[in-house]
Structures are given as structure tokens and as C-alpha cells.
């Protein structure tokens, strides 16, 4: 399985972004699928999670209010839509895949797969 993230960049805060995470090789409507993000000289920390039917989602704290995690099943692809950023919120974004679990998770040993990350840099 293999995971491909997209969209981070630069932006003033307040301001909006949207990542987006293709998948391949296996089949994207079977997992649960989440974004985390590591901030430079930070543990990785998860942010959001659906579930594989779409029908449940959590958030952090941190980012409950602002962030929209979404799928589309039909063409393999996760997203995060992203507003009113903070600096804080910069970091590398890294979508992953949960295979295994029966429910949703927000631990990183719970996902199997991971893109490579995108960077989302938000300045003041």
C-alpha cells in the first residue's frame, strides 16, 4: 500500500489549506485512515481519523473546530481541509492507514501505512 501526500506549503495565519492523500495498492475502503503531524523538534502527534465507511470522525483537541478530516472511497483519497491556522500548526502532515483494527484509532501503532508527509508552514 502505498500513500502519496499533497498540498502542504506556506500561508499567514488565519489563513486555509487543503492535503490530500492518494492511495494505491491495496484497498482504501477497508481502512481507517488518519493524519498526523511532527513538529520540528516534536513527537508525532496524531491530529484526525475517519473511519473506513466514512460514518465516524475524531479530531484533537487542538485542532477540533478547525480542521475537516474527509475520504472519497471512490477515488482513493484522503483529505484534511485546514482553517484558521495558527503557527502552531506547522509541522509535517503524514496521512496513514489502519488495516487491522476493529475501530478507529489515534495510536500511531495502530497504522500500518504512511505517505511520506507534506509541510504546512504557517506564519504570524
Not at 41 to 59: H, M, P
Not at 72 to 85: C, F, H, P, R, V
Amino acid at each position: 500500500v502505498q500513500l502519496q501526500a499533497s498540498g502542504g506549503g506556506l500561508v499567514q495565519a488565519g489563513g486555509s489549506l487543503r492535503l490530500s492523500c492518494a492511495t494505491s495498492g491495496g484497498t482504501f475502503s477497508n481502512y481507517h485512515m488518519a493524519w498526523f503531524r511532527q513538529a520540528p523538534g516534536k513527537e508525532r502527534e496524531f491530529v484526525a481519523v475517519i473511519s473506513r465507511d466514512t460514518s465516524s470522525t475524531y479530531y484533537a483537541g487542538s485542532v477540533k473546530g478547525r480542521v475537516t478530516i474527509s475520504r472519497d472511497n471512490a477515488k482513493n483519497t484522503l483529505y484534511l481541509q485546514m482553517n484558521s491556522l495558527k503557527p502552531e500548526d506547522t509541522a509535517v502532515y503524514y496521512c496513514a492507514a489502519d488495516p487491522r483494527s476493529s475501530w478507529y484509532s489515534s495510536l500511531i501503532r495502530s497504522y500500518d501505512y504512511w505517505g511520506q508527509g507534506t509541510l504546512v508552514t504557517v506564519s504570524s
